[in-house]
């Protein structure tokens, strides 16, 4: 988390394969508790929960009260940040395939 901003990087979020993990349960269902989510890891309800504060902080998973139990899902907006990201990079990848083409047709004439 930089001093500038007070929500955490939405890159540094996704980067652990836990966290992952948790967007793609998410994404599965339309709201899910911490228990069930819980159940899903070979991790206490604790480190879990730690996991989810981080999305939370990228602005990827909201969460509400119901009853005694926090029901959390997905929020999956800001992920269009990465999409844009790996964007530039297809224009690269067109690239490079391009010329590895004209190559190949060039060897075979």
């Given amino acids: 988390m930089n001093d500038n901003n007070c929500f955490r990087d939405v890159f540094d979020a996704i980067a652990?394969?836990?966290?992952?993990?948790?967007?793609?349960?998410?994404?599965?269902?339309?709201?899910?508790?911490?228990?069930?989510?819980?159940?899903?890891f070979q991790m206490g309800r604790t480190a879990v929960s730690k996991h989810l504060t981080i999305l939370k902080e990228a602005g990827l998973?909201?969460?509400?009260?119901?009853?005694?139990?926090?029901?959390?899902?997905?929020?999956?907006f800001p992920l269009s940040e990465i999409q844009d990201w790996a964007a530039n990079y297809n224009m690269f990848w067109s690239h490079v395939l391009l010329g590895l083409k004209r190559q190949l047709e060039e060897e075979e004439e």
Avoid: F, M
């Avoid at 909201?62 to 959390?72: A, F, H, M, N, Q």
């Fill in 61 to 76: 998973v909201l969460d509400r009260k119901v009853g005694r139990e926090t029901r959390y899902r997905l929020y999956a």
């Fill in 16 to 40: 652990n394969p836990t966290r992952r993990r948790l967007i793609r349960l998410l994404a599965e269902s339309e709201e899910l508790p911490l228990h069930e989510l819980t159940t899903k």
